[in-house]
């Protein structure tokens, strides 16, 4: 909510016209009259000055409280959109910015891509370690795609033990080498948890997408292609 303030106007100083013989050094003679909101010199009594002085008063401070719940709502904007445990986004800002690929690539042809990541053996993390060390396996997986991807690609968790990445102004070629890429990264270094440590195993699925796409069906079919993946690891 924007408010709109009422400022005082610029006052304006009147000169007296000399006469004829008058010679003055003074550049600018005293104002004989002002003007605040439409009002003269003669309006402003006392009692009216204290009335503006409060009305701009409480003006200054509805602008401070509409500032202040902008940034409110802002910051309820970016958690509703965040993880619960890392520090990414979660499936319904995923979804929402795969629709507006989808949307810029109807509209420029320009091309991107989604990559499905899943652990493998997640469970056996949490069943030798605990969960902590499985919350720490997700965190990790979470801050190496982050680490790895460009300003403008999106990183969200899909739930679980899933993570997904869309990629931007990329085509088939490149997005199958940046998820290549991106899974090396992930299993690149051991994960420590309280004097543990494991390696961690990803797989993953591509789906360029096209501008006729639906969003969460582009998701899905990225899904199959990583689920279609998993025997050849096994």
């Known amino acids: 909510m924007k408010v709109e303030g009422v400022r005082p106007g610029p006052v304006a100083n009147l000169r007296r016209r000399a006469a004829p013989d008058a010679v003055t050094s003074q550049a600018v003679r005293p104002a004989d009259s002002v003007s605040i909101m439409g009002l003269s010199e003669d309006d402003l009594s006392p ?35 965040e993880d619960v ?40 993390v949490n069943d030798a370690y605990g969960h902590g060390a499985g919350d720490a396996a997700l965190r990790a997986t ?6 790895n991807v460009r300003e403008e690609d999106v990183v969200a968790r899909l ?25 090396a990264a992930v299993e690149d270094a051991p994960v420590e948890h309280y004097g543990a440590a494991f390696m ?29 993946r998993k025997p050849h690891k096994r």
């Open 200 to 228: 961690l195993k990803i797989t993953y699925g591509v789906r360029v997408l096209g501008g006729t796409d639906q969003a969460e069906q582009a998701l899905a079919e990225a899904d199959a292609a990583m689920f279609l």
């Open 85 to 124: 445990l890392v520090p990414v986004l979660n499936r319904r800002a995923f979804v929402r910015e795969l629709q507006r690929a989808v949307a810029l690539a109807h509209r420029h042809e320009v091309g991107a891509a989604v990559v499905y990541f899943d652990l493998d053996g997640f469970k056996a």
């Open 47 to 81: 009692p009216v000055r204290v009335a503006l002085e409060s009305l701009l008063s409480e003006i200054e401070l509805l602008r401070r409280e509409a500032a202040e719940l902008q940034q409110r709502l802002e910051t309820a904007e970016a958690l509703a959109d």
């Open 159 to 183: 739930g679980g033990d899933e993570f997904a990445v869309l990629l931007v102004l990329t085509d088939r070629m490149d997005a199958a080498a940046k998820a290549e890429a991106l899974k």
């Open 142 to 147: 979470a801050e190496r795609l982050r680490q």
